[in-house]
């Protein structure tokens, strides 16, 4: 045992109820950790938001959008759990003096924005299940969710935000519910892009990156809305994790495309790790390595102007 509150190899995943219990274990050993609900998802199941750190420079990291990159909330966790016990012990982390980042910056994390889906892909569908026989329909009448990455109502909740929404749903050519790629009847239409959209509306973002996995890539640009600094910080993330800047086209409606293009602030989509989603968690201390240092330079934010 590693010692660690946050330990998916352990457990031999990483569901709903246990980012629940994990958290609060966390703010329970590290009460400067704060915890929130923002919102719920379609099911009901609560959203939250933690915030390490009382600077006036907020950032945001988010994981867990799409269902079956699920192992993206983990690593949010541990990173999390590792900054908490810096600041405890003093000890740096990878390097790096972590009380000096908590007083100089807002860290908010949401962990999972896609609780049902998550659920899904883990436990399937039960006979009680509220919509049961839709999903199985939609998955092409399978009861293997494992390749899930939509919500419960089979909507892509990357493929939700206002940012050319209706040119990304000409090019997926996806017009109902299924496991990816159907972007809803509208922008906005899914409680979980809601609710990361009002919230992050709600606060003062300068700098977001949003989780999925994979490619071990980092998309940086949108449409030539993105500020100068975004490019720099891309090469900063990258040397960090050994991930590849990737100049992105023909992609919209994503999170970080929308936050680029409402605010011409930065803005990263950060691809975890190589092979087929689910990645399988007995990968997850070799991830945490990759992008632990990365999720560090994600507090550094280039001041301008």
């Known amino acids: 045992m590693n010692g660690y509150i946050v330990d998916p190899v352990r457990l031999g995943g990483y569901r709903y109820d246990t980012l629940m ?3 609060e274990l966390l703010t329970c050993k590290y009460p400067f950790v704060q915890a929130a609900v923002i919102g719920e998802s379609v099911l009901g199941n609560p959203i939250p938001a933690i915030r390490i750190g009382t600077g006036d420079t907020e950032v945001h990291y988010n994981g867990a959008v799409h269902a079956n990159e699920w192992i993206t909330t983990p690593l949010l966790m541990r990173f999390a759990e590792q900054y908490a016990m ?3 012990t003093g000890m740096p982390l990878y390097g790096r003096n972590m009380e000096e980042w908590y007083e100089k910056t807002s860290l908010w994390i949401v962990p999972m924005v896609n609780p049902d889906g998550v659920q899904l892909v883990h436990e399937g569908v039960s006979p009680l299940h509220p919509l049961g026989e839709e999903l199985v329909a939609w998955n092409g009448g399978s009861c293997d969710f494992s390749g899930w990455k939509a919500n419960i109502r089979g909507v892509d ?4 935000f206002p940012a050319h929404w209706e040119e990304e749903r000409e090019r997926r050519q996806v017009f109902e519910p299924g496991p990816r790629d159907f972007g809803g009847l509208g922008p906005l239409s899914e409680p979980e892009a809601q609710v990361l959209a009002v919230w992050t509306c709600s606060r003062n973002f300068r700098q977001v990156l949003s989780f999925h996995s994979q490619g071990r890539e980092i998309y940086w640009n949108y449409r030539d809305c993105e500020p100068p600094e975004a490019e720099r910080t891309a090469k900063r993330l990258g040397r960090a994790s050994g991930y590849a ?17 409402q605010f011409r602030r930065p803005g990263f989509t950060v691809e975890v790790g ?3 989603n689910p990645l399988p968690v007995s990968q997850f201390e070799e991830l945490y390595h990759e992008v632990a240092g990365l999720m ?9 102007g």
Request: net charge negative; charged share 20%; proline share 3%.
């Open 86 to 88: 810096a600041c405890v």
């Open 245 to 261: 800047p990737v100049h992105l086209t023909g992609s919209d409606a994503g999170y970080k495309d929308w936050f680029i293009q």
């Open 21 to 23: 219990c994990d958290l």
């Open 274 to 276: 190589l092979g087929v």
């Open 296 to 304: 560090l330079e994600g507090l550094n934010v280039e001041q301008t």
């Open 157 to 160: 909740l990357n493929d939700q």
